[in-house]
């Protein structure tokens, strides 16, 4: 027997096991919520009953996947859990899929086909070109409780994204049985599980290997621990085919080597600049000297030419435009823009390296002993004399060389022509990131206060805030000034925004505004909060027998200074003493300077980051609900009371 009909032998052999599974399961009240066990359902919002996943890689363009999931609902913060997407693509064909809907007696409600249900693109919000659809259904009923089913047969003509496994999904959720069952030809799959997974039950016949993962009766995790990955605290599989198929494309994931080559294969040919273009990119940068200049006149150029669209069109998911599209157009994906970058930089001879990366804020790291597509994003690095570059080019806005929190300090493939070779990109130091406050306040004797403040951020601090350069409507920028301080009542004046384009970036705001509820008054006395300018004012709980590390994503200083002028007369009368916190984590610092009737206050609030040792958790959580306490800090001026005359005797 050959290799296509084994193949097609075994499409039969599943296809008719799917239609047999429907067939028993018929209308049988055998989802009554009766027959969930107290036990499992004690406290859940949900209860899956059934949750069964069954995939055979026949050849690296031909896979076979089939769900069945069931789930009972008991109320309405699990209602999401009663829609569902089936989703298809020009590579996946959705040849079946069905969803029921049983009350609580097991009876069934209701039966939707596939011609019934919506049909969309899955991401037509954010797509310019996408081959991305789903039937979307939604089963939700207001009576609990109730249950769903879904049921989904596909044929997958590409296998370089093969279905991970997820044993439940939510902490408030049991799960009575969940399975997935793996064959492929022997030698052809591998697979990374997490400490929380089961380990699977492996068997080999006929040249191939199944792997069975399995949980029953489980009932899930009480609380989700923070500060650490959501991912790695749910029961997870993910698998990976070593020759992979996208497109009619044959792929090799057995090194990053081998997967860079690919890369670097789809990516011929479309570093072509038209003659047009090669002549406008060197009367921008041929008088320029150092390979710095160019690669950032460069850059500048891509900016101000190119915008950017989501594209992901089958093999335009990972092959760019060309060039001569880009240029022709004006956009292009990150894909694309990256190599339009790439290709223009080669032409005024300015090596540079086309990069791929997990992207995201806090994203989960990639697993580099796990060679596989992990990645979601391109940037390009440039190799300078002195130091790598790391450009975005999918942003009008950001400065050359930088890149933010959106990519930094990762994990990342460098793509050349000899293959693919892991790297880093920067790292932005605690001195780099750096919240400089200052705010000057003139207090009237009705308690009526007059400031101006001042904000230099910079680095990963200037990140959260050049957004706002572009924003002129006054409306705005005066809410994000009173979402940015702690005061009441603001009524704002002049508000002064600029930044300083540098490698190391810098955002400056100056505001003025007038406050009448800055300060507490009675009768000859002022009572002052010296911290209304950057306040912590949520922490998080400590934790009982916490398991897992936790990561401090901030690496950064925050430097504060509030300078408070009383009216002529006024003294202290009371204040905190100068205080000083330490832990592993970070420290912080805040003093009160009194001089007559003026307090100078200054914090210093100092992060590093890193992943740190379950056990000192609570040392972190106490640590922050220090800061919190001294935020919060008050300081009393009394009017001093003038000498009486004396009288004469």
Same mark, same amino acid.
């Given at each position: ?29 055998? @989802? ?33 996947? #089939?769900?069945? @999931? ?10 999401? /859990? ?8 020009? &590579? ?23 011609? +019934? ?98 949980? &029953? ?5 009480? #609380? ?16 990976? $085919? ?9 792929? +090799? ?17 479309? +570093? ?23 690669? =950032? ?13 989501? /594209? ?11 060039? &001569? ?33 997990? $992207? ?11 060679? $596989? ?7 390009? !690095? ?39 070779? /892991? ?25 009526? $206060? ?25 409306? =705005? ?32 705001? #100056?505001?003025?505004?007038? !406050?009448? /509820? ?22 998080? =709980? ?35 003493? +100068? ?21 100078? @206050? ?26 919190? #306490? ?20």
């Amino acid at each position: 027997m050959n290799y296509i009909q084994r193949g097609l032998l075994t499409l039969v052999g599943v296809f008719s096991l799917i239609t047999h599974s429907m067939a028993d399961s018929g209308d049988k009240p055998q @989802y009554a919520v009766s027959k969930i066990d107290p036990e499992l359902k004690k406290g859940k919002y949900s209860v899956v009953r059934v949750d069964e996943m069954e995939l055979d890689v026949i050849t690296p363009t031909k896979a076979l996947f #089939k769900t069945h @999931y069931v789930i009972t609902i008991f109320n309405k913060k699990a209602e999401d /859990l009663a829609e569902h997407a089936f989703t298809y693509d020009n &590579e996946t064909v959705l040849s079946f899929a069905e969803a029921r809907v049983y009350d609580q007696n097991g009876d069934l409600l209701d039966r939707i086909k596939a011609k +019934d249900m919506k049909d969309e693109g899955t991401y037509r919000h954010t797509s310019l070109f996408d081959d991305n659809r789903r039937k979307v259904v939604d089963l939700k009923r207001t009576t609990y409780p109730y249950t769903v089913e879904f049921v989904e047969e596909k044929v997958l003509h590409s296998t370089m994204f093969l279905p991970s496994w997820v044993g439940f999904s939510d902490r408030k959720m049991g799960v009575e049985s969940s399975i997935y069952k793996v064959t492929a030809p022997a030698g052809v799959l591998k697979y990374k599980q997490n400490e929380m997974a089961p380990e699977p039950v492996i068997s080999k016949q006929e040249g191939k290997e199944t792997y069975v993962w399995k949980l &029953e009766q489980e009932e899930g995790i009480r #609380k989700f621990e923070k500060r650490y990955p959501i991912a790695e605290q749910l029961p997870s599989v993910t698998l990976a $085919a070593n020759v992979f198929a996208m497109d009619g494309h044959q792929g +090799d994931y057995t090194s990053w080597k081998t997967f860079g080559k690919w890369i670097w294969g789809l990516n011929k040919g479309q +570093d072509v600049v038209p003659e047009e273009l090669k002549y406008t990119i060197h009367s921008v940068t041929d008088t320029l000297q150092t390979s710095r200049e160019k690669a =950032k006149a460069v850059y500048e150029f891509v900016q101000q030419n190119t915008h950017y669209v989501n /594209l992901s069109l089958g093999i335009g998911g990972f092959k760019p435009f060309s060039v &001569e599209q880009v240029y022709r157009t004006g956009y292009g994906d990150c894909k694309a823009l990256t190599n339009y970058t790439y290709s223009l930089l080669k032409e005024v001879g300015v090596p540079s390296v086309y990069t791929l990366v997990r $992207a995201g804020r806090d994203a989960n790291p990639i697993d580099t002993t796990f060679v $596989a597509s992990q990645f979601n994003h391109v940037i390009l !690095s440039v190799p300078l004399d002195k130091d790598t570059v790391f450009l975005e080019c999918t942003s009008q806005d950001v400065p050359f060389g930088f890149i933010g929190g959106f990519t930094d300090d990762r994990d990342v493939l460098f793509i050349t022509e000899e293959g693919g070779e /892991l790297g880093r990109t920067k790292r932005y130091t605690q001195e780099e990131n750096v919240w400089s406050s200052k705010m000057e306040v003139l207090l009237d004797e009705e308690g009526v $206060a007059r400031s101006t403040y001042w904000l230099n951020a910079t680095g990963m601090m200037y990140d959260n805030f050049y957004f706002m350069l572009g924003v002129k409507e006054r409306e =705005k920028q005066i809410k994000f000034i009173n979402r940015l301080l702690e005061v009441k009542s603001m009524e704002i004046g002049e508000i002064e925004m600029e930044e300083e384009r540098d490698v190391i970036p810098t955002f400056h705001l #100056k505001t003025d505004f007038e !406050s009448r /509820l800055m300060v507490e008054k009675s009768v000859g006395r002022f009572f002052i909060t010296p911290n209304q300018v950057n306040a912590l004012t949520s922490t998080p =709980k400590k934790a009982k027998n916490r398991k897992n590390p936790f990561y401090q994503y901030n690496e950064d200083i925050e430097v504060d200074t509030v300078v408070w002028q009383l009216p002529e007369g006024y003294s202290l009368e009371n204040k905190p003493a +100068d205080i000083q916190l330490k832990c592993p984590m970070g420290t912080f610092e805040a003093t009160y300077n009194v001089e007559g009737s003026q307090l100078t @206050y200054t914090r210093k609030l100092a992060l590093q980051k890193g992943v740190y040792a379950p056990e000192l958790y609570n040392e972190y959580v106490e640590f922050l609900r220090s800061v919190k #306490k001294a935020d919060r800090e008050k300081v009393t001026f009394h009017k001093q009371e003038e000498d009486s005359p004396k009288k004469d005797l």
